[in-house]
């Protein structure tokens, strides 16, 4: 059998060959790719020779080429095009994955070597990369148990296979869960409010599950809804709160309880093991943040006025809702566009009409883009994606030059996982002469054929805000793929991503792209300023249900070894309480049992990240304003700066190289009305 992973590709920047790849393929592929790394890897061990640069740290980062290529794309498919032969193979994979990485992370010999490299580092002639690369290694095998013992490192090895099978078991939970309790509506007048194209999309979901005459509403990953803000159904909106904040905690095979506790229990034994006092304490000891005390500063600081400008809110809401209606979580969306109407006269309901999907990605994001740092667009209708609704774009730089592939899958779907994101195909090096391909995945309601799709406010910025991670993946030019793209400290990962929202209401990025989808008249000017002047509306909701979070993921990863947790809604409720931002109608973002960040998502003990990074984000949007906006100029500096050197350099250093100071508070205060 020809399998395509054995061998690089050779279509046009590395771009997987999906036409050619079928589920037969990928264990093969695994299986290959973990006997080959280790070949790999045991041939650096034995080398007789001293440990050198050459020798050990460059044979390390050409080592597992295969695994990698596969890796990639099995995993990407299974967040945006999941399978049943796709869950059984990731269940069979989770603790063969962990047991490989700890046997190259664990190993004695490679940290042996690593570490007299370390000790040599500045003496060996290399460049500032090449140091760094040598540091970045000899931490991460540090913090993940190259120097315990043998027996302890046998715990170890325990310890990551089983939460590497409990944390995929926590994603898949939350999908069937998520797709089980997506809400029927049999009557379409129980959706009055929602738009022709909302309507339509309802449509076309219950026709794909076979329910025909009869509409479908699909959950979002966080506890609210779009659809809450619209309907005037007040009985529809609080069975899709109460089936949104069900998720996981319903008894029966999707429950996910019980994983929580068992993965926080698994976490809390091996960070003792590794001399630490709780998860938090490991994951932000290599981060920008350092401890989960520096967390607690922030997050403690944010917290009460969050709380009170909240409670503020809510009693405006209620004063719309009137004395007949006692306000409740699946109101606050609803009555909030009400006062936001009374107060500003904004309506965002009236924006959709000009936020039409395919402008606002060519004229908009796109437009950003080509005016801030000269790349252009091209679509590759050629070229085959993993899944029919993916578009792939060739991305080119001012004078012709190449920079990557664009990958571009707008529309949900039962087998993609919930929220947004963006991910590497192929990640960029020029020491295995890789080029870059990058995706990004949305999860907007596809509507019949023939309708346009027209996006909320909220789908729009996070287009933007996705796409801020894909030119960071795109601009990177690193030597070794350790560094490429968005691989640098987790709570800095979101600050790029953060900046690039600021170009959607850029006046002449807005111009260009918000027009009626039928009139081709431009969005109003008018519309445009009462945004602007009701920015700090409804921030107090905002920063509380992202806290809430944040909080509770920190609370649930300070637990000691020696804590013992049976109860999950009652560990929950307490550390919100704890931090006074118990509100039942203003709920977490996320809750425990559907918190896939930290559960399964890669951002345990992390999802403080957004805000952390924020910090930095709105001093650099500050920056941009002060310095004359969407320039060339301006674009030249941050992605020389900041985006072309990925992961090849401390962040703080880089983003200290680009504002010229380190970032200060005050304008994230000032954004979220917080002063």
Known sequence: MTNPFFSPSTLPYGLPPFAQIRDEHYRPAFDRGFEDHLEEIEAITSNPQQPTFENTMISLEKSGQILHRVSLVFFNKQSADSSDFGDELEEQLAPLLAAHSDSISLNAALYARIAALHDRRHSLGLDAEGVYLIERYFTEFTQSGAGLSDPDKTTLMDLNQQLSVLTTKFEKNLLADTNELAVVVEDVAELDGLGEGEISAAAEAAKERGLDDKYLITLVLPTGHPYLSALTNRGLRQRIMEASISRGQRGGEYDNRDLVLQITRLRAERAALLGYPNHAAVVTADQTAGTPEAVDAMLSRLAPPAARNARAEQAELQFEAGDGTELASWDWAFYSEKVRKAKYDVDTSEMRPYFEAERVLKDGVFFAATRLYGITFTERPDLVGYHPDVRLFEVTN???????????????????????????????????????????????????????????????????????????????????????????????????????EMWMLWPEILANYAVHFETGEPMPQEIVDKLHASEAFNEGFATSEYLTAALLDQAWHRISKDEVVTDVAGFEAAAIARVGLDNPVVPTRYSSTYFAHTFSGGYDAGYYSYIWSEVLDADTVDWFKENGGLTRANGDRFRQRLLGVGGSRDALEAFRDFRGRDAVIEPLLKRRGLE
């Open 398 to 500: 001012e004078d012709g030059s190449p920079v990557g592939l664009y990958s571009f899958d707008l529309y949900t779907r039962d087998s993609k996982r919930g929220g947004a994101w963006m991910n590497e195909l192929i990640g960029q090096s020029e020491l295995v002469d890789a080029t870059v391909v990058v995706c990004n995945n949305l999860n907007v309601p596809k509507p019949a054929a023939g309708s346009p799709t027209l996006l909320t406010y909220d789908e729009v910025n996070t287009l933007f805000h996705e796409f801020g991670h894909a030119l960071h993946g795109l601009f990177a030019r690193v030597t070794y793929p350790k560094f490429t793209g968005t691989n640098v400290f987790r709570d800095f990962v979101e600050f790029p991503s953060q900046v690039n």
